[in-house]
């Protein structure tokens, strides 16, 4: 590649080129347009994917750029619904325009390092600060609606069909005009347990001493003296919560922007085949909790049913 310069003593050349080409690979792979525009994500795509096949544009501001400006303007016109992970992607690509057209800065470390540590400090402010994280009212919501929380709905009390129930129902509220909100919710009704509330509440507290504790860490400054406490402290949080919730995209820009403060070559690849373990956790275990808490589930109903009819069973 050519057009990083020196990338500086921070991070070693091997390591720039590394991450340059992982980044590539995961934006080729996964277009964060393709939700609402599936033309410019597949441009998106192809774009990438020539980068990742030729390898030498990689070095070059001009094939950063026009991605980085066309993320800035899809984050701009859908603002509302756009997922704050978005957000980091951007910063992400402006960060590797910055570094590739200026020669010999440090502009990857000493802006990854900042960048990484800010948000997760604003991760963990925010949920300090919100009274409806703080009290489990979030995740009373998600386990109600979010697919994602499945299998933690599940030991709430919450069948996936009564989740499908909710989730078609809140996003009807969020679009229905006034009058039609009171009809969607006298249909839809649900009790809380005691059961789902404390598991809520522990949830939240659990992120909120988590995120904190991973904030401190963060600050701590980029060189090899921390970098390995670090990625440590990243994989615990990552492992503990992302086999629960699965939040890969979240997961990957941070394990890139801890990446981008490697002390070597190798200390940058291990933390990319950090993000490759813990996106196939984040996919497959929740999956595989679903699977085992939906048959036991229905090994239980089928149970409760026989002995209604006095059937003799062993199951």
């Not at 909710?166 to 009807?172: D, V």
């Not at 990552?238 to 890969?248: D, E, F, I, R």
């Amino acid at each position: 590649m050519t057009g990083l310069g020196d990338i500086t003593a921070y991070l070693p050349r091997e390591a720039a080129d590394l991450l340059l080409k992982t980044t590539a690979v995961l934006f080729a792979v996964s277009s964060p347009m393709r939700e609402r525009r599936v033309g410019v994500a597949a441009l998106w795509t192809v774009w990438f994917a020539v980068g990742v096949i030729l390898d030498a544009p990689l070095g070059a501001w001009w094939f950063w750029v026009p991605p980085t400006i066309g993320l800035g303007c899809y984050i701009l016109y859908a603002y509302a619904v756009c997922d704050n992970h978005r957000y980091l992607e951007f910063y992400w690509l402006l960060l590797i325009s910055i570094a590739v057209a200026w020669d010999g800065g440090c502009v990857l470390t000493l802006g990854a390092w900042p960048l990484l540590a800010a948000a997760w400090t604003l991760a963990a402010f925010w949920k300090v600060y919100e009274r409806e994280f703080r009290s489990g009212a979030f995740f009373i919501v998600r386990l109600l609606t979010d697919p994602r929380f499945t299998h933690l709905a599940i030991l709430g009390g919450i069948s996936p069909e009564h989740q499908r129930q909710f989730a078609t129902a809140n996003k009807t509220i969020v679009e229905a005009a006034p009058a039609e909100v009171e009809a969607v919710a006298d249909d839809t009704t649900f009790t809380v347990t005691h059961r789902m509330r404390a598991g809520a509440r522990f949830l939240a507290w659990w992120t909120i001493v988590l995120e904190t504790a991973v904030a401190i860490v963060m600050w701590l400054p980029p060189g090899p003296a921390f970098f390995w406490t670090k990625l440590g402290t990243l994989m615990f949080f990552q492992l503990t919560t992302y086999a629960l919730v699965p939040v890969t995209t979240f997961g990957t820009i941070m394990l890139l922007l801890l990446a981008a403060q490697a002390p070597s070559a190798g200390a940058a690849l291990a933390a990319v085949l950090a993000m490759a373990g813990v996106s196939v956790v984040a996919e497959l275990v929740p999956r595989a909790i679903t699977r085992l808490l939906l048959r036991k589930q229905r090994t239980s109903e089928l149970s409760w049913s026989l002995a209604r009819l006095g059937v003799d069973h062993a199951i």
